[in-house]
């Protein structure tokens, strides 16, 4: 489908292909539906699915009916409210170039900005207000800002806005613009009080299901770490490490926790900038920046981050903290996995914090696999698997010249010492990965009610079995055997099914649709055990002298 098919207006249509828009999101093609051509609407759509879109279409489909462009420029025809400065600031821009080949001026009004600038703003005309509930408020009450010609006004992430303390603000504004104008809400969820808003100021308004709940995190894999309180900040150390992604988003409950692991990150290494709420509006845009730009991979933030910036590339989300409330959880967690690409986001939670989280996770409609902590040992067994991997597509790059001052280099010193000495240099560069003996103890004794002990399986898999050479005599444990052989074999511990340990060797199950990847891996040769060998089984043997999968 293309959005001609949408009977999208050509200017808009022209400025679509200009961007390299070709086919519309779920949500553009289900606000465009002739059926609901007019209405009001309220419409649950997730982050990142291109919502801002979808109401620039409405917004031109409203305004402009079959003129080819906007007139002349005067008090508002569209009003957008969103709840923080940075989604008012980015929603501005994207609707400039949407709306812009028909003429259309978008000027915004934020906290943090001078008023007066925006005042002056508004006096020389304008087509569409995008603003912050408090500043267009204030500009409404000071007069700077006239309603009278609104006919539409679009309310974006309208649940934040309640969260965060604006009906009066938006009550206000949506009381103070007239009452023949369409109104459309775009909220991710659709908690009791989006309803009752939703019922006073639309028109019967038609609901639009843009995103079903099931499908919030169909993009997103969600983990989850039992560790000890006074370790939580080391074992966002080793999820970080181990995950090793191009662009971080920390979560922290407050603000001086955000400043606190900010620091902190950066002391150990890492490339990371915090944002919250205390900061002024330019602390923050440089923050941003430095992400947007490259020069930091970590950004660690508030709730204040969970909704309306501009965050392209967050490759993996991680719950500091844990969230306050499944909406929250959502709203994080959406940061990740945004426009069709993959993301991941990470729990930690206490074992305590581990009941909560999981009723969270039902009541969001969404699931989590519970996962030990990465290790110090698997951290550094991931770092050699990079570095072998990155010698290996740099090697073939390597020019004459190169080559030569390698072959120079080999003459003076064993290609041993050269290879320890590169991979020494290679750690002393990234941050050094954690020991965390009261997480292993922590996640051991997770409470009953919460469920499965981290590593257990509530259900046996069908599977293939293998052997690994190592069994009782030489102290084949479970706890060192499942990194091991999710290592060596590239699986996750959900996939291992049984393990027996007999004597001398030990048997394990690998879930049915992974165990010719695994077969495949497991049969390299492991510098860290080169006399160990993983293979595929093939009958089962007598009754093993114990079952201690934990």
Known sequence: MSFATLDVHPALRRSLATRGYDEPTPVQREVMASALAGRDLLVSSRT??????????????????GDPSFGEAGPPLALVIAPTRELAVQVQRELSWLLGDAGGRVVSTVGGMDPRREARA????????????????DHIERRNLDLSAVRALVLDEADEMLDMGFREELEAILGAAPGDRRTVLFSATLPRPILELAKKYTREAARVAATPPGEAHADIALHGHVVAQREREHALVNVLRAQDPARALVFCATREGAHHMASS????????????????????TRALKLLRDGRARVLVATDVAARGLDLPGIELVVHADIPRDPQALQHRSGRTGR????????????PAERFKMERMLKMA??????????TADEIRARDEERLAADVATLAGEASEEELQAARRLLESRAPLSVAAALLRRERAR????????????AA??????????????????????????IGRERQADPKWLLPLLCRRGDVTRAEIGKILIFPRETRFEIAAHAAAGFEAKARRPDPKMPGVRIEMAREAKAKPVKRPHP
Request: cysteine-free; charged content about 20%; glycine content about 16%.
């Open 48 to 65: 990142g699915s291109g919502k801002t879109v979808a109401f620039g279409l409405l917004l031109a489909d409203t305004l402009l009916g």
């Open 122 to 137: 508004l006096a020389a005309g304008t087509h569409v207000v995008v603003g912050t509930p408090g500043r267009l408020r």
């Open 265 to 284: 990150l950066s002391e150990r290494g890492f490339e990371a900038v915090g944002i919250a709420g205390d900061l002024t509006q330019g602390e923050r």
């Open 339 to 350: 426009a069709g690409k993959k993301g991941r986001a990470v729990f930690l939670a206490t």
């Open 365 to 374: 409609g969404a699931k989590a696999e519970w996962l030990p902590v990465p």
């Open 430 to 441: 990234l941050p050094a990965a954690e020991e965390l003996p009261e997480t292993a103890r």
């Open 444 to 469: 051991r004794q997770v409470p009953r009610a919460a469920g499965p002990a981290v590593g257990r399986r509530t259900a046996p898999i069908e599977g293939v079995w293998f052997t690994i050479g």
